[in-house]
């Protein structure tokens, strides 16, 4: 059984810093891209990141460009996002996410999600 756990959410002021962090388990990862995706009260689940499993190569959304980074431990099956100059409009769940293959944005392209874990950034 697949699973994703993320770790790593509180509560910031403006600002700040915090790091996710996401293990999966169950199977073999290998050629899967992992990213991250957050969901704010009343609004759509959104891409944040994502990367690949090979070349690392990431991707993010225009809101968190130069805010935030992705990386991954494949040793580890872990992948992380760093949230730095946090702002309030960044307050949502953060989901893990993972998928055979490269990289997408669309929520619907993406086969096992976490839990999620809560970010709260006050001004």
């Known amino acids: 059984q697949v699973r994703l756990v993320e770790s790593g959410g509180g509560s910031v002021q403006a600002g700040g810093s915090l790091r996710l962090v996401c293990t999966a388990s169950?199977?073999?990862?290998?050629?899967?891209?992992m990213g991250w995706f957050r969901q704010a009260p009343g609004k759509e689940r959104e891409f944040v990141a994502a990367i690949t499993w090979l070349r690392k190569t990431t991707s993010y959304s225009d809101s968190v460009q130069g805010r935030f980074t992705i990386s991954r431990d494949n040793s580890k099956n872990t992948v992380y996002l760093q949230l730095n100059s946090l702002k309030p409009e960044d307050t949502a769940v953060y989901y893990c996410t993972t998928r055979p293959g490269g990289s997408r944005t669309s929520f619907d392209d993406y086969t096992y999600w976490g839990q999620g874990t809560q970010v709260t950034v006050t001004s």
């Open positions: 169950g199977r073999s990862f290998s050629n899967y891209a």
